[in-house]
């Protein structure tokens, strides 16, 4: 079975700070791993994500996540965080040889301070 | 823009009057998907449709029930709804059922019951 965890429900930053939000995955293969994020009142939308190569990703609005197999992790990064980067963070998860589905993790809420 | 469109973004309905939410898309993708999210929590999957092909998920209830007419459109009817079904609901497309692609969200429709 597969699953992603965020530890984290919220995380505050303050404005320029760096910011990380968690993920921890679980797949029997090679996870293929995405990042969206939610707008208050909106719909998701993609950041970024992993399906093979290089472990650091870059995605929009500056924002990038390091695989990590060993750890079974993909944590999203920023190296300044902004005002208007408060928003809810999904981390999600597809298994390649397995259902495709795309199973999401809890969500963290990130509330960068000005 | 390419785009996946949800009408409308506020339906509120009474208990037990069924209910219909629209989604179409100018991506000429595919595979469309109906998420149902409560509050800030992950969104859960109901079904998809690749092509015709309808995919129920095998804990979405009997009182949910989609159409899909052309590729364009996708509509969710939810016959009876009940204060447990008050949410947002977003629709998703995707190029395939290849994994390695991302999903495109609309913005959601948020369905208040009374």
């Known amino acids: 079975a597969q699953s992603v965890a965020q530890p984290e429900d919220q995380v505050n930053v303050a404005e320029g700070n760096p910011l990380t939000v968690k993920c921890t995955y679980s797949?029997?293969?090679?996870?293929?791993l995405f990042w969206y994020v939610q707008y208050p009142n909106r719909g998701l939308q993609f950041l970024l994500k992993?399906?093979?190569?290089?472990?650091l990703v870059k995605g929009s609005y500056g924002f990038e996540a390091e695989f990590n197999k060993s750890q079974t992790s993909f944590h999203l990064k920023k190296p300044s965080a902004l005002v208007s980067d408060s928003a809810l963070y999904f981390c999600a998860v597809r298994d390649p040889g397995g259902a495709n589905n795309l199973f999401f993790g809890t969500g963290t809420r990130l509330t960068v301070i000005p | 823009d390419a785009m996946v469109i949800q009408n409308p973004r506020y339906q509120v309905t009474q208990f037990g009057k069924p209910v219909t939410l629209s989604c179409s898309q100018t991506l000429n993708h595919n595979v469309m998907y109906w998420y149902q999210q409560k509050s800030s929590q992950a969104p859960k999957l109901l079904f998809h449709y690749y092509d015709k092909d309808f995919n129920n998920e095998a804990d979405t209830p009997d009182n949910f029930q989609s159409r899909r007419p052309n590729t364009s459109f996708c509509f969710l009817d939810i016959r009876s709804p009940g204060l447990g079904d008050a949410a947002m609901y977003l629709c998703?497309?995707?190029?395939?059922?290849?994994?390695?692609?991302?999903?495109?969200f609309g913005p959601g429709t948020r369905l208040t019951v009374l």
């Open positions: 998703a497309t995707d190029l395939s059922d290849r994994a390695r692609n991302e999903q495109f």
């Open positions: 992993y399906i093979t190569g290089d472990n």
């Open positions: 797949v029997s293969g090679n996870p293929y």
